[in-house]
């Protein structure tokens, strides 16, 4: 993890005309109908571990991210704050595209500990902002912009694919000795009749 000071104009953080598009959706799509289906969490479960502090001093002070950079796959977006829905980790809207979300029951970026920031993977309407986060690979980097001005420089360490109903709460959310990020999306086939997707990829990154 590497972290420097870098003053970002909050126009820039926020104004949704400066998205990156994404490549055009080519795929059939595989995902729930926004009109009929309330979007849910991360996982079909609540957590049943909470994040622990490290005994360490955080690197940084507490601060939110508001934007995440993964040049890999393209991804350049505003990061929401979410916390618990209904009993499951929140996420941002379901027609909001290019939006991610940090889950404010873990540390925020540069704490130490884990970090969760979570996207859709698509919707009716095409592509979302993690439609590619399967394709990270070891050594893909991750920065996050923190409301502070300092942004936090991540590596990716391993990318797991795991069933929703058996999402590896411990292993995500245990404490780090230094700071550390998880990203997390629906993927693998897509269930029709409960009209979710069955899997979730999980990244690790520090």
């Known amino acids: 993890m590497k972290e420097k000071l870098v003053l970002v104009p909050a126009a820039v953080l926020i104004t949704a005309g400066l998205v990156l598009a994404f490549a055009a959706y080519t795929g059939a799509f595989r995902g729930p109908d926004p009109s009929t289906v309330l979007p849910k969490g991360i996982a079909t479960t609540a957590p049943k571990v909470t994040p622990s502090a490290s005994t360490a001093a955080p690197s940084l002070a507490m601060s939110p991210p508001n934007r995440i950079l993964i040049p890999a796959i393209s991804v350049n977006a505003p990061v929401m704050t979410v916390g618990l829905v209904y009993g499951s980790v929140g996420v941002p809207p379901l027609n909001s595209h290019n939006l ?107």
Do not use: M
């Open 100 to 206: 991610a979300a940090w889950y404010n029951g873990t540390v925020t970026p540069g704490q130490n500990g884990p970090s969760l920031i979570d996207g859709h993977v698509d919707s009716v309407t095409g592509p979302s902002v993690f439609f590619r986060l399967k394709d990270l690979r070891k050594g893909d980097a991750v920065t996050v912009y923190r409301t502070d001005g300092r942004t936090v420089t991540f590596h990716v360490t391993w990318v797991q694919v795991t069933a929703k109903t058996a999402f590896p709460w411990k292993e995500v959310l245990k404490a780090t000795p230094g700071p550390e990020l998880r990203l997390v999306t629906c993927g693998g086939d897509f269930n029709y009749q409960t009209r979710h997707y069955v899997d979730n990829i999980v990244v690790y990154a520090n």
